[in-house]
Antibody, heavy 122, light 109 residues
Framework: QLQLQESGSGLVKPSQTLSLTCAVSGGSISSGGYSWSWIRQPPGKGLEWIGY???????YYNPSLKSRVTISVDRSKNQFSLKLSSVTAADTAVYYCARVGVPPLLSWFDPWGQGTLVTVSS | SYVLTQPPSVSVAPGQTARITCGGN??????VHWYQQKPGQAPVLVVY???DRPSGIPERFSGSNSGNTATLTISRVEAGDEADYYCQVWDSSSDHPYVFGTGTKVTVL
């Protein structure tokens, strides 16, 4: 059974870079037909898609975050990562990683990691 | 970008039926997916491609999609169904293709 697990710093200072990693187990991140995505949820609010990386390595980001986001993959460790630069308090959220298919087919997110809270504060 | 609108809350008595709507322009032409999120937990996929259920999801959860409204129906509601529910689509014409609805809090009375 495929499982995803986020890890990284839970507290980031304003203007610094948020860094998170999602470890994938129970399957290969290099398997075709899937992409690997980051989604976030500010406290008490809804879900916001951040971006994804295809198994080939190509990426696609939410335009509202594109200038600050980098998603990369480390196939040797079967994991992918998120970097978000120049963070502010508005970036405080629970960050989830999830698998998504290649649209238009399989355009849903499943499974999800358990999520990790990142707080931006000095 | 594409917008999905859900009612903020729905209340239902145990054993009754809850219907959660997701409104969007011509949403019937898109595939709609639904997630359940309980407090402090990650979202869980409960319906995909309008009306299909992942393995392990009870038959009480069903979906439909037509025109400008998609609907998640929970039959014979149980206390354990109390959660937030989000719809989601992939919008091919948008530069922000993965769109989530605003979310609906289902309260079991």
């Amino acid at each position: 059974q495929l499982q995803l697990q986020e890890s990284g710093s839970g507290l980031v200072k304003p203007s610094q870079t948020l860094s998170l990693t999602c470890a994938v187990s129970g399957g290969s991140i290099s398997s075709g037909g899937y992409s690997w995505s980051w989604i976030r949820q500010p406290p008490g609010k809804g879900l916001e898609w951040i971006g994804y990386i295809y198994h080939s390595g190509s990426t696609y980001y939410n335009p509202s975050l594109k200038s600050r986001v980098t998603i990369s993959v480390d196939r040797s460790k079967n994991q992918f990562s998120l970097k978000l630069s120049s963070v502010t308090a508005a970036d405080t959220a629970v960050y989830y990683c999830a698998r998504v298919g290649v649209p238009p087919l399989l355009s849903w997110f499943d499974p999800w990691g358990q999520g990790t809270l990142v707080t931006v504060s000095s | 970008s594409y917008v999905l609108t859900q009612p903020p809350s729905v209340s239902v008595a145990p054993g009754q039926t809850a219907r959660i709507t997701c409104g969007g322009n011509n949403i019937g032409s898109k595939s709609v997916h639904w997630y359940q999120q309980k407090p402090g937990q990650a979202p869980v996929l409960v319906v995909y491609d309008d009306s299909d259920r992942p393995s392990g999801i009870p038959e009480r959860f069903s979906g439909s999609n037509s025109g400008n409204t998609a609907t998640l129906t929970i039959s014979r509601v149980e206390a354990g169904d109390e959660a937030d529910y989000y719809c989601q689509v992939w919008d091919s014409s948008s530069d922000h293709p993965y769109v989530f609805g605003t979310g609906t809090k289902v309260t079991v009375l």
